[in-house]
C-alpha cells in the first residue's frame, strides 16, 4: 500500500492524461469541493515532487533516431565526470545511474544516423578510461510511457511545421511547465493574454504536442527497476506477446495504486529487443511482478533478461506517471503478412 487516497489517484490520472485540466474540472473528476482538490493537488505535488511536461509526438520531429543504451563499467567513472559530460549534451535526454547488471543508462535522440553515430562515438570516447561496455538499441516502438524531451526539441520539429520564434518561445515554457497560467505564458513570451492563448490552440492543432502531462520524481515505489530481454523468437512468439501484454495490464487491478506497476515498455532493435521500465516497492517485489513474470510467459523463448535499478538521475526527468495502461498501450498485430 502508498496510502494514498482514491481523490488523489483520480486527481493524479487526470492531470496525468491532461495537466492543463483547472481545479474546477479536476473537483469535478474526482467528485469533491474546489477546497478539497486544491488540498489533494498540493499535497500531491509536495510529496511526489511534480513536474508538470510535455508528452511530444515524434512523428513531428525532423527525423527522431530514438536509442537507450545499457552500459558496465570496468572501472566507475567518478559522479561529477559523469554530470559534467551529459550536463550540455543535446542528443542525451536521460541519463541515469543504475545497480545491478549495469551501471548507466542513457536514452538519446538524433535528427539522423550519421548524427546520432558520430554521438555515441564521441560519447563512448570520453568515457574510454572507465572501459565501459556499451549495449545500444534501436528504440522502434513505444508501447506504453513516453520521454521527457529536453527544449531543443523545439528547433528539430519539421520545416514543414511553420513555427516563429514566439511559438518555439511557448512550446519551451509548457514543456518546463505545462500547467503554467495563459497570464504568464503571455508575460514571458512578450505578447497579450489573447494571443498566448491563440498560440497554445494552433500549437494544439499541429499535433506537436501529444498530451500535457507530468512527470513524478519522487515515487512512492522507490524502487524503479530497467530490465532488458532478448528471445530465441521460437514459434507462437506472438501469442506470448500478446499475453505478456494482459499481464501487463493487470499487474494493479487487484490493488490500484497511485501509479501503475509498468512506466515504459518498448520494442527495441540491436542488442536487445525489448525493454520496460517497472516501479514497484522493493527490487525483491520487482523481480518477482515483473522479471519472474517475463519468465514464465517466455520460458519456450529462452529469453535473457538483464535489469538494473535506477540509483540517480543525472540529467533529466523520471518518466513516472499514472496513465491508464489498458486504454494507452500500444498493441501490435503479430500476424504475419506476406
Known sequence: MDFYSKTERIILGALSAN????????????????????????????????RYTLEIDESKLAGCEKHILAIKFMKKPPLA??????????YAEEVFLLDGSYDLFIFAWAGDSLSYIKWETYMASELSEFRPIIKSSELILDRF???????SFVDELH?????????????????????MP??????????????????????????????????????????????FINYTFSKGI???????????????????????????????????????????????????????LNRRVFQQDDPEITYARVTKVIKGLLPIRNLNIRENYIAVDWAHND
Open 145 to 151: 510511457g513516453f520521454w521527457p524531451l529536453n527544449d
Open 182 to 227: 495563459i497570464s504568464e505564458i503571455a508575460e514571458k513570451a512578450g505578447v497579450n493574454k489573447g494571443t498566448a492563448r491563440y498560440r497554445l490552440f494552433r500549437l494544439m492543432e499541429t499535433g506537436i504536442v501529444k498530451r500535457f502531462t507530468l512527470a513524478v520524481q519522487n515515487p512512492p515505489k522507490k524502487c524503479q527497476l530497467l530490465h
Open 81 to 90: 565526470v559523469l554530470k559534467k559530460l551529459f550536463k550540455d549534451d543535446e
Open 19 to 50: 495537466s492543463r485540466l483547472s481545479v474546477t474540472e479536476l473537483a469535478k473528476e474526482a467528485k469533491c469541493s474546489r477546497v478539497t482538490a486544491i488540498k489533494n493537488l498540493k499535497r500531491l505535488e509536495e510529496r511526489l515532487n511534480i
Open 159 to 179: 520545416e514543414s511545421i511553420k513555427l516563429d520564434k514566439t511559438d518555439k518561445k511557448i512550446l519551451a515554457l509548457l514543456n518546463g511547465n505545462s500547467r
Open 238 to 292: 506472438g501469442d506470448r506477446l500478446v499475453k505478456i501484454r494482459e499481464r501487463y495490464m493487470s499487474l494493479d487491478d487487484s490493488d490500484p495504486q497511485i501509479l501503475t506497476t509498468m512506466q515504459v515498455v518498448a520494442a527495441l532493435g540491436g542488442s536487445f529487443r525489448s525493454f520496460g521500465m517497472s516501479i514497484s516497492d522493493t527490487e525483491e517485489k520487482a523481480t518477482s511482478n515483473v522479471i519472474d
